[in-house]
């Protein structure tokens, strides 16, 4: 069976599929221990069969060459599908030895052009690298960076009854999202997603151009350990290439069903909506400081409402609505009275009356039957909220992207801000939305510097996001996304910058305007509204694990000294 060569290898043809599909790394690596290094002659020596490699030629091409934002194309030299560690070690050891450009995907929802960008020449694709099994040798649960989020929780659950509190979104590849910090509707109850990480295995390069596979854990000492906590955070692109996230939640012991979180087995879902044409501005910022407010009164770990997680979403007024929908865990005592007491505080002093949430808006499906709350099974809702917004699911559109940190309400003239940018007639799409989701509870018993997760006391979190269907509509849109984001915070320099009110921004909704001096007018770095204090420590792993900068981005974590 013939594998494509690559450009400058000489003439050659596109192969077939040239490998089955592993399940992990070429072997279980004892904690701590890296594999060996062998050359292309080793590799087939020991019969590990090659990557399928597409090439500009393939009519494949076109399709592994961008990702879910249709903003960001690459035109890279090869594109490699791997299917195992083995494979995507031999990927990085290709680019290294020929000097290309190296970038990495695995579920292609990277927000900015980390990926996919003009300068990248050959990209592995992690996505055939999507398998979920139980590690008996590290007792805990291994998750390939390819799996998408949803084929994560089936099998977790279906399995052995466990999940991770990872995203909503079912696409979302575990690659860039773990590393991230993800977050999701669990996140108040069990935490963060990297709350739970206990390992990763990951193909670095040394000083010398050499790849290897090594397995980090929080088990190890110096440099092990940091790798392992630089993955708890420190965002995608970084310090290597992830080939599986291992999960064991810190303290846990016993049979698997034992290391991980069990979900709630059914979960109360709720989902309002409010008519623009009924809103008015003390309408919209009632609304929006009412819900802040119950967030920052819950935002401590221990209280009664770590259970519920909710997300309000300004759609514009184009959308013709605003949403909110809730979820909390049913099997707990008054789990009804406490969500009746949670919309009872939301909608005091609004006049505008609830209705069925009949309209997608933004990211966020329509659940017309939820306007009254409904018991279901926590897998079941789990599918409902991920798979059922039209829009997250189109292939087709371009879109930006905006984050905030916050610790204390919007302030009065910043909701003034909110309800102009919002309720006016300067955007020429319906996607155009700002979603607030709550945050805290379990996530803020951390302290700020055990993960690379920084954001460990904020109440809440904002993603403002705007979608088009052609470029000739970008300019209108970016345009009204960075002033809908930058006046919202004029008095800190158009960005988030740490205060008793803000706390930086989500690296997992990466947006380059942060590091450019006429968008971000304040003091602080972008890295710094990403990482805070972490960064230093960042640098550092970074120096060690990845001294020639061979992954590296526009945002990437710099190397110390740069």
Not at 225 to 241: K, Q
Not at 248 to 256: C, D, L, M
Not at 414 to 419: E, R, S
Request: aromatic content about 8%.
């Amino acid at each position: 069976m013939r594998v494509p060569k690559e450009r400058g290898e000489g003439p050659g043809r596109r192969g077939l599929l040239a490998a089955s599909l592993g399940t992990g790394a070429a072997a279980v690596l004892a904690p701590g221990r890296a594999a060996a290094a062998p050359g292309p002659a080793a590799d087939r020596a020991a019969g590990a069969p090659p990557a399928e490699v597409v090439v500009p030629d393939d009519p494949r091409y076109g399709e592994v060459v961008s990702g879910w934002n249709q903003r960001w194309t690459a035109t890279p030299d090869a594109v490699h599908l791997v299917g195992t560690a083995a494979q995507a070690r031999a990927a990085v050891q290709r680019a290294v030895r020929r000097g290309q450009r190296l970038s990495v995907r695995s579920g292609g929802h990277c927000y900015e052009d980390f990926v996919f960008h003009p300068d990248a020449r050959l990209v592995v694709d992690l996505s055939r690298m999507n398998g979920v099994s139980y590690d008996p040798a590290h007792r805990a649960f291994g998750v390939q960076p390819g799996a998408r989020l949803l084929d994560v929780y089936e099998e977790l659950y279906l399995r052995w009854g466990v999940t991770v509190p990872a995203g909503i979104c079912f696409s979302v590849g575990a690659g860039g999202h773990v590393c991230g910090g993800g977050w999701g509707m669990l996140c108040r109850r069990d935490g963060l997603v990297v709350d739970h990480l206990f390992g990763v295995e990951a193909v670095v390069v040394d000083a010398s151009g050499t790849a290897r596979l090594v397995t980090a854990t929080r088990e190890d000492e110096g440099p092990l350990r940091d790798l392992w906590w630089a993955h708890t955070g420190g965002g995608g692109g970084n310090f290597g290439l992830v080939t599986r996230y291992l999960f064991r939640s810190p303290g846990a012991a016993g049979e698997p069903s034992d290391l991980l979180p069990a979900p709630p087995r059914e979960v109360l879902l709720c989902a309002l909506s409010w008519s623009w044409e009924d809103l008015d501005r003390a309408d919209v910022t009632r609304l929006l400081d009412n819900w802040a407010r119950f967030q920052v009164a819950h935002r401590d770990p221990g209280g009664p409402y770590d259970s519920l997680c909710s997300y309000l979403v300004l759609g514009h007024r184009s959308t013709g609505t605003v949403s909110l929908t809730v979820q909390s865990d049913a099997t707990e005592p008054d789990a009804e009275a406490r969500l009746d007491a949670f919309l009872r505080e939301l909608t005091r002093g609004v006049r505008a009356r609830t209705g069925a949430a009949d309209r997608a808006v933004g990211k966020h499906p329509a659940l017309p039957g939820l306007h009254t709350a409904r018991r279901m099974p926590w897998m079941r809702a789990t599918r409902l909220l991920g798979t059922t917004n039209a829009l997250v699911n189109d292939p087709s559109l371009y879109g930006d992207f905006k984050s905030a940190y916050l610790r204390r309400p919007f302030t009065a003239a910043q909701a003034d801000t909110l309800y102009d940018q919002f309720s006016g007639t300067d955007v020429g799409t319906a996607t155009a939305s700002l979603t607030l989701s709550s945050y805290g509870g379990r996530v803020n018993a951390v302290p700020r510097d055990a993960t690379a997760s920084v954001h460990r006391d904020s109440a809440f979190k904002a993603l403002w996001g705007v979608f088009w269907d052609s470029p000739a509509q970008e300019a209108a849109s970016l345009s009204w996304i960075r002033a809908a984001y930058g006046d919202v915070f004029a008095a800190t320099g158009g960005v988030p910058a740490p205060t008793d009110a803000a706390d930086g921004a989500y690296v997992n909704y990466p947006d380059a305007d942060l590091g450019d001096s006429r968008w971000n007018t304040s003091s602080v770095p972008w890295h710094d509204l990403y990482y805070g204090e972490n960064y230093p420590r960042l640098q550092r792993v970074k120096g060690h694990w990845d001294p020639t900068d061979v992954f590296h981005h526009r945002q990437s974590v710099r190397l110390p000294g740069r």
